[in-house]
T-cell receptor, first 115, second 114 residues
Framework: DGGITQSPKYLFRKEGQNVTLSCEQN?????MYWYRQDPGQGLRLIYY???????QKGDIAEGYSVSREKKESFPLTVTSAQKNPTAFYLC??????????????FGPGTRLTVT | QQQVKQSPQSLIVQKGGISIINCAYE??????FPWYQQFPGKGPALLIA?????SEKKEGRFTISFNKSAKQFSLHIMDSQPGDSATYFC?????????????FGTGTRLLVSP
């Protein structure tokens, strides 16, 4: 099955600890994205990557870091500098521009709780 | 300039009724307007999308109406069913930038009562 996997589904951490969220895709997509979702708010873009070894800050990048060493993988680290890390985190990917579809495909999400 | 405003925040519709969700945008450079559907605990999935060269697009029970001059677009769900109960997000982006950076609305939680 082609798709995006995120692990784990639920993650609990103590305040002050860094935590890394996994995102893997086998859709052969170049572009990958990380979003944060909070109750009553839309999806907000944290980081995005158009190609391996390249990534850009989104609208709320402070306190987060990413890497893109492989096309299939785009892990997100939530650092201790992120003031309000508890949220639902969504990873997405999209096919190259110029194709007939502009759809972003989302993973199932990771719910992070920091106490 | 980058905002997409969505209303209502929540909506209750009887089975068989019409659900209507509205969005407004500011950036006139936006040229792609998708709607995503999200069930609890899941990631969003593309429902239907429209480009500004048409004023309406229909797929089954789902229709997007687009008003370029008013910078508004809406989702209509005909014959709403309990299985349609989910959160719906509108979004917008500029295809021409060569990269799809979606700006999302704040979401509408739809409940279809049996």
């Amino acid at each position: 099955d082609g798709g995006i996997t995120q692990s784990p589904k639920y993650l609990f951490r103590k305040e002050g600890q860094n935590v890394t969220l996994s995102c893997e895709q086998n859709l052969n997509h170049d572009a990958m994205y990380w979003y944060r979702q909070d109750p009553g708010q839309g999806l907000r873009l944290i980081y995005y990557s158009q190609i391996v070894n390249d990534f850009q800050k989104g609208d709320i990048a402070e306190g987060y870091s990413v890497s893109r060493e492989k096309k299939e993988s785009f892990p997100l680290t939530v650092t201790s500098a992120q003031k309000n890390p508890t949220a639902f985190y969504l990873c997405a990917s999209s096919p190259p521009m110029g194709r007939a579809t502009y759809e972003q495909y989302f993973g199932p999400g990771t719910r992070l709780t920091v106490t | 300039q980058q905002q997409v405003k969505q209303s209502p925040q929540s909506l209750i519709v009887q089975k068989g009724g019409i659900s209507i969700i509205n969005c407004a945008y500011e950036n006139t450079a936006f040229d792609y307007f998708p709607w995503y559907q999200q069930f609890p605990g899941k990631g969003p999935a593309l429902l239907i999308a429209i480009r500004p060269d048409v004023s309406e697009k229909k797929e089954g029970r789902f229709t997007i109406s687009f008003n370029k001059s008013a910078k508004q677009f809406s989702l209509h769900i005909m014959d709403s069913q309990p299985g349609d109960s989910a959160t719906y997000f509108c979004a917008a982006s500029e295809i021409g930038t060569g990269f799809q950076k979606l700006v999302f609305g704040t979401g509408t939680r739809l409940l279809v009562s049996p």
